[in-house]
């Protein structure tokens, strides 16, 4: 496949007499427009532009405010403008001590500002993401920072093209936005990240339409080292997880997501649409490639067993020691267990919890709840208690509101 030029002036806008040109780079389908301080030199400048050819959009939208002055101890400047549906203004104001933080800098306060502007619109995985040259199938690697997604996308990416490093943002029917960032590299101890652009780095570009094809996180574990031996690397192991589990190892990972509509079910209807959540546990990258490719051959959908429970309680007041459920941002039931979103946190109940969730709809005293779960669970000696304690717990996390508390 044609890897992409690293032609300096892509993304190169209009000059100033008096100042660098400007930058017009599109981010997740937001348009930012940056402008450098006096002290960031045209080489400084081309670098970044070659960093973020990929990422090039065409044409200036609007004019970003003059990049504050340099000072003795942060001399290097930016500014950045973008039109903004969820902020006013859409303005940034960057300074460093450096330019390898000022572009780290960048890279990150551009992707926070784009993954505001989508959420509640696209699923967005903190994740690397590659695709299949031929399909369009993208493998989102879902993992923490600093725990391997650009290692794993600057290897993968030389077989499959290169989606992002760090962010894979999926629309409502499958398709995958691109975000070919540059890639974030590591340099020593306490030194800024380095951004190197795809194209630097011989990284495969990915076809102009893409879908999810399969959800992956990574299990990166350091060689099991012997007395007297030298350290052999992990050999790859691909597992599928349940879904329950899968889902509460991903939500962490994601952003915004509580701000999507039922952004439970959503996720597990993606999950769904992928055939599930795989675990890769690894020690060495160059392993990635064999033990994933399976994946690009993968059978599509498979039903998952989960489903919806109702969400709203019975309005009207509660008397005093009674309770009853709140009404969540969303819930599923996966098997014999519930978990329950309110706002961004999410609990999982197992035991009698889900029975207590669903006998609290309306308010209940504590005798007629240990009646209700009797009925399902049974009333085996003890059990009064233990539905209270459960009960206490669930209070705790909110789950339940109790009356005159």
């Keep these: 496949m044609k890897q992409a030029s690293n032609n300096p002036a892509a993304g190169k806008a209009i000059s100033g007499e008096d100042r660098h040109d400007l930058l017009c780079v599109d981010v997740l389908g937001t348009r930012f427009v940056i402008s450098w301080g006096h002290a960031v030199t045209a080489e400084q400048w081309q670098r970044m532009a070659t960093a973020w050819e990929r990422c090039a959009g065409a044409g200036v939208p609007m004019i970003p405010p003059a990049p504050m002055e340099p000072t003795e101890t942060l001399p290097f400047s930016a500014s950045v403008a973008y039109l903004s549906q969820a902020y006013d203004g859409g303005t940034l104001a960057l300074q460093a ?3 390898e933080a000022l572009a780290e800098n960048l890279t990150s306060r551009l992707t926070l500002a784009a993954i505001l502007e989508n959420a509640g619109r696209l699923i967005m995985l903190h994740a690397c993401g590659v695709a299949s040259p031929e399909s369009g199938g993208v493998m989102a690697l879902v993992a923490k920072s600093g725990t391997g997604k650009t290692t794993a996308a600057s290897v993968l990416a030389r077989t499959y093209g290169y989606v992002s490093d760090e962010t894979v943002a999926i629309g409502p029917e499958g398709e995958v936005v691109p975000y070919p960032k540059p890639l974030s590299v590591k340099q020593g101890p306490g030194a800024p990240k380095k951004q190197l652009g795809p194209g630097e780095l011989g990284l495969l570009p990915a076809l102009p339409k893409m879908f999810i094809q ?9 060689r099991p080292g ?3 031996m030298q350290d052999r690397p992990v050999a790859p192991v691909l597992r599928q997880l349940p879904l329950a589990d899968g889902l509460l ?3 962490p990972e994601l952003s915004s997501q509580s701000e999507m509509d039922e952004p439970l079910q959503s996720l597990c209807r993606l999950i769904e649409s992928v055939g599930g959540i795989w675990q890769v546990t690894y020690s060495e990258a160059a392993d990635l490639p064999q033990a994933l490719e399976p994946l690009f051959r993968s059978d599509g959908p498979v039903k998952a067993a989960w489903e919806a429970p109702g ?11 009674w309770v009853r ?8 039931k996966v098997d014999d267990d519930l978990l329950v979103m309110l706002d961004s946190e999410i609990v999982r109940l197992g035991g009698v919890g889900p029975a207590i ?6 308010a209940m005293s504590l005798e007629q709840l240990a009646e209700e779960v009797g009925r399902v669970h049974g009333r085996d000696e003890g059990y009064r208690t233990a539905v209270a304690a459960a009960v206490g717990q669930l209070v705790e996390k909110s789950i339940l509101e109790q009356g005159g508390a």
């Design 249 to 251: 190892a991903l939500v």
């Design 97 to 99: 001590a450096s330019f």
């Design 311 to 321: 969400l709203n309680g019975a309005p009207g007041a509660i008397p005093d020691g």
């Design 226 to 228: 012997r007395s007297g």
């Design 214 to 222: 399969s959800i992956v996180l990574l299990d990166r574990v350091d």
């Design 325 to 332: 459920r709140v009404t969540p941002r969303d819930a599923v």
């Design 357 to 362: 969730w669903e006998a609290a709809a309306g």
